[in-house]
Antibody
């Protein structure tokens, strides 16, 4: 079955960087687009970014454009999110998700990793 | 302020039918599929409906989705206590070139 396990979260100071990872198993990773979606404490879902199955195409939410970079290593079956210039409003649980029946939409979700931006 | 508009709450008694609305615009719901997700307390979201009206694997047929114009809705009939959760709609937005979510609807089973 599809398994997605995020890691790399933690407490980081404003302005610093952090890289999240998402280890995938149970499916052919290189055949699917992958998303990052975040959820601030007590708030709703906010889409962050998507990368195509081959890493060629990437789209970002305006709130993270220019600061975050999504990437993938198909040989390692791992998705990444490099987060730079972090702000307090980036505090959230970050979920990785495999596409559903359409590359534009998240389908299967991981449990998430918590990122706290605080001095 | 979310791009897609959902009511913040909904409720019903066991056995009742409840609908949750999701309103958008021509650049998102009007020209793309709507997806619905269920999030039980303390867990990751789960896909319920894809391509506006298709049930995901394992989702009972008492749960259905529909879309008309720039609005969509999720209907749950035969309400059960385990349906108590947060529900989110989502659609791709052609102007933003990204996924937009509704603010979420907290469903309470009385």
């Amino acid at each position: 079955q599809v398994q997605l396990v995020e890691s790399g979260g933690g407490v980081v100071q404003p302005g610093r960087s952090l890289r999240l990872s998402c280890a995938a198993s149970g499916f052919t990773f290189s055949s699917y687009a992958m998303h990052w979606v975040r959820q601030a404490p007590g708030k709703g879902l906010e889409w962050v970014a998507v990368v195509s199955y081959d890493g060629m195409y990437k789209y970002y939410a305006d709130s993270v454009k220019g600061r975050f970079t999504i990437s993938r290593d198909n040989s390692e079956k791992t998705l990444y999110l490099q987060m730079n210039s972090l702000r307090g409003e980036d505090t959230a649980v970050y979920h990785c998700a495999r596409e559903s029946s359409n590359w534009k939409y998240p389908g299967y979700w991981g449990q998430g990793t918590l990122v706290t931006v605080s001095s | 302020q979310s791009v897609l508009t959902q009511p913040p709450s909904a409720s019903g008694t066991p056995g009742q039918r409840v609908t949750i609305s999701c309103s958008g615009s021509s650049s998102n719901i009007g020209s793309n599929f709507v997806y619905w997700y269920q999030q039980l307390p303390g867990t990751a979201p789960k896909l319920l409906i894809y391509r506006s009206d298709q049930r995901s694997s394992g989702v009972p047929d008492r749960i259905s989705g529909s879309k008309s114009g720039t609005s969509a809705s999720l209907a749950i009939s035969g309400l059960r206590s385990e349906d108590e959760a947060d529900y989110y709609c989502a659609a791709w937005d052609d102007i933003l070139s990204g996924v937009v979510f509704g603010g979420g609807t907290k469903l309470t089973v009385l």
